[in-house]
Every structure is written in C-alpha cells, then in structure tokens.
C-alpha cells in the first residue's frame, strides 16, 4: 500500500503535485454517477489521492519554515512574517520554533535503521 512517508522519499514537491493533479483532474472528470469521460479511480489511486495530499501538506510545510527563515535572514519582523502568512506574530514566532525544535529532535535522534541485529 502506498503511504505518505514512502512516497514522501520517492517525489519531490513538484511531481508530487502533478500526480495529484493529474488524479484529481480525473478523479472530477469521471464524477461521482460515472458518466464521465475519464475511467474513475481505482481504491489504489484514490488512496494514492489521498497519500499525496499529505506528502504535499508536509513538503509545503517544510518550505513555509524555510522561508520563514530566509525572512528572518533578510531582516523581516515577526510581525511581517505572521501577516505574510496570515496569522499573528506569535503564532508565526511558535510555529517556527516548534518547526525548528522538531528538526533538531530529528537530527540528534538514534537511526534504528544503523542499529546492530539483534
């Protein structure tokens, strides 16, 4: 089955959201009575579908919080960047410094993958 972290490593932003829209566009072609011209989706393509909106909420996310960042490179307040984002500054500073505890956490967290056999 696919899932939001397996597809996450396989796509970057970009064709994550082309394979969205490509089963979206289908997805409303095809309608819910199925007398449109596009074949509906099958179960795997729409929790494919679904799969992918995830991917591309978290990819989005993560961009947010760099940019974010390069806003604050560049010199911009808490308060531009929460009205840039259409929240308030502390919402905006929270956020980002939840964002940016969580990157931390990941970074300095143990890789069960390197760990030995047991």
């Known amino acids: 089955m696919i899932t939001p972290d ?3 490593k396989q796509m970057t932003l970009r064709v994550a ?3 969205y829209e490509h089963l979206r566009e289908r997805d409303s072609l095809a309608g819910s009575d199925g007398l449109g011209d596009a074949r509906p989706l ?3 393509e729409a929790l494919e579908l679904l799969a992918l909106g995830e991917v591309i909420a978290r990819k989005a996310g993560y961009g947010r919080q760099l940019a974010v960042r390069t806003a604050r490179a560049a010199g911009a307040s808490w308060s531009q960047i929460g009205q840039a984002l ?3 500054k502390q919402t905006a500073w929270e956020v980002h410094n939840r964002w940016l505890e969580s990157q931390e956490q990941e970074a300095t967290a143990p890789d069960p993958d390197n760990w030995p056999p047991l």
Do not use: F, K
Request: charge should be neutral; aromatic fraction near 0%; charged fraction near 35%.
């Open 6 to 8: 397996a597809l996450e």
């Open 17 to 19: 959201v082309a394979r």
């Open 42 to 44: 099958s179960r795997e």
């Open 86 to 88: 259409g929240t308030s």
